[in-house]
């Protein structure tokens, strides 16, 4: 079975700090990659997506993921961190051609210190 | 556009009592999927429906839950009896067909004493 492993349980950070959160995923065939974020009190929001492509992938809010297939990794970055980005983020895999279920990480929760 | 609406928000039960999620998807989205997450976790999935049909519901422990979508629209996962183990956000997401663009509800947290 698909399984997705975060590193990091719990990240802290401070204002203006780089920020890189690792996702590993066990699957060898074709793989469809998320980041979603979860703010306090607030829904799950997609960060970012890759489907195939560019490696390199921007997302909302200066977030970018870089996938590695050698790897099974989409790591997430950002270079600079504001208070605002606490919160907590999900890897997540669709696998498979035509398969829309997710199989979601663990989470790492991101606390960003003014 | 309006959001994936989900109610109530919070529960609160006894265990061994029943208790039922409502799931109101984005109009148009003929993909439906509930999800459990249970603190400390990801969200993991519990069935899949396309239109009033079920795609997928491996992941759902039928002896206590069932989940359905009459009309193709709105859709109801309840839980009886509930265990202490229940406890968890049940998250609810829509999507267009064939496409991994999902939105997701706020969740109903229960809570099971």
């Known amino acids: 079975a698909q399984s997705v492993s975060q590193h990091n349980h719990h990240v802290i950070l401070s204002e203006a700090a780089s920020l890189e959160l690792g996702c590993n995923y066990s699957?060898?065939?074709?793989?469809?990659l998320f980041w979603y974020v979860q703010y306090p009190g607030q829904h799950l929001q997609l960060l970012l997506k890759?489907?195939?492509?560019?490696?390199l992938v921007k997302g909302i809010k200066g977030f970018e993921a870089e996938f590695i297939k050698s790897k099974f990794s989409f790591n997430l970055r950002k270079p600079s961190v504001q208070w605002s980005d606490t919160a907590e983020y999900f890897c997540?895999?669709?696998?498979?051609?035509?398969?829309?279920?997710?199989?979601f990480g663990k989470g790492t929760k991101l606390s960003v210190i003014p | 556009e309006a959001g994936v609406a989900q109610s109530p928000r919070y529960k609160i039960i006894e265990k061994r009592q029943s208790v039922a999620f409502w799931c109101n998807p984005i109009?148009?989205?003929?993909?439906l999927y509930w999800y459990q997450q249970i603190l400390g976790q990801g969200p993991k999935l519990l069935i899949q429906?396309?239109?009033?049909?079920?795609?997928?519901d491996s992941q759902l422990p039928k002896d206590r839950f069932s989940a359905e979508r009459l009309k193709g629209v709105d859709s109801t996962l309840k839980i009886q009896p509930a265990k202490l183990e229940d406890s968890a956000v049940y998250l609810c997401?829509?999507?267009?067909?064939?496409?991994?663009?999902?939105?997701f509800g706020s969740g109903t947290r229960l809570t099971v004493v």
């Open positions: 429906f396309q239109n009033n049909g079920v795609v997928d």
């Open positions: 997540a895999v669709a696998s498979g051609a035509g398969s829309y279920q997710l199989t």
């Open positions: 997401a829509s999507s267009l067909i064939g496409s991994n663009g999902y939105t």
């Open positions: 699957y060898g065939g074709t793989v469809n």
């Open positions: 109009s148009g989205h003929a993909t």
């Open positions: 890759y489907f195939s492509g560019d490696p």
